[in-house]
């Protein structure tokens, strides 16, 4: 069976396996929150909780945010933060693979770090500077997307 042809209860199986590795309890929230961001890259807090609670109509907002933050402790997730929003969650990581945002709708595209050689993760040091050794490099891309460049401004 190839990877596209899994079953859907393979990501949760996957996921559940992943926190049994951490010594992290399976549960139903934490699957849920991995599966709501998985299928929904660059999720804020309330876009999970709103997910979440499709599913799991009880679920308070604190308690999202506690899970959030012990994936994100786990290394199962990836909190981003981009200016002039709340923090965002992925599933992708380490891979050092970073974000570029539109200015004007605030989308959030991946961007792959360099081919081959990571350049971003070999720093100059000034000197004086004290070298240590680098394992994630955050680069934030910002600009304007195709969409915006190309509507029809608002008045």
């Known amino acids: 069976m190839t990877e596209t042809t899994l079953p859907p209860a393979a990501p949760s199986r996957r996921w559940a396996d992943a926190l049994r590795a951490l010594g992290r309890r399976v549960t139903r929230q934490r699957l849920a929150a991995l599966s709501a961001i998985e299928a929904s890259p660059h999720a804020t807090a309330d876009d999970v909780v709103q997910a979440l609670r499709a599913e799991l109509s009880g679920i308070t ?19 981003i933060e981009t200016p002039h929003s709340p923090a965002r969650y992925e599933t ?26 990571a350049p971003c993760l070999t720093p ?7 070298p240590m050794t680098i394992q994630v490099a955050e680069v934030l891309y910002q600009g304007i997307c195709e969409a915006c460049r190309n509507s029809p401004p608002t008045n």
């Open 61 to 79: 907002v604190q308690s999202v945010y506690v899970i959030l933050a012990d994936l994100t402790d786990a290394g199962l997730l990836r909190r």
């Open 92 to 117: 992708r990581i380490n891979d050092n693979h970073h974000h570029a945002v539109c200015t004007s709708c605030g989308r959030i595209e991946d961007v792959d770090c360099a081919v081959g050689h």
């Open 124 to 130: 100059h040091w000034s000197s004086g500077a004290q």
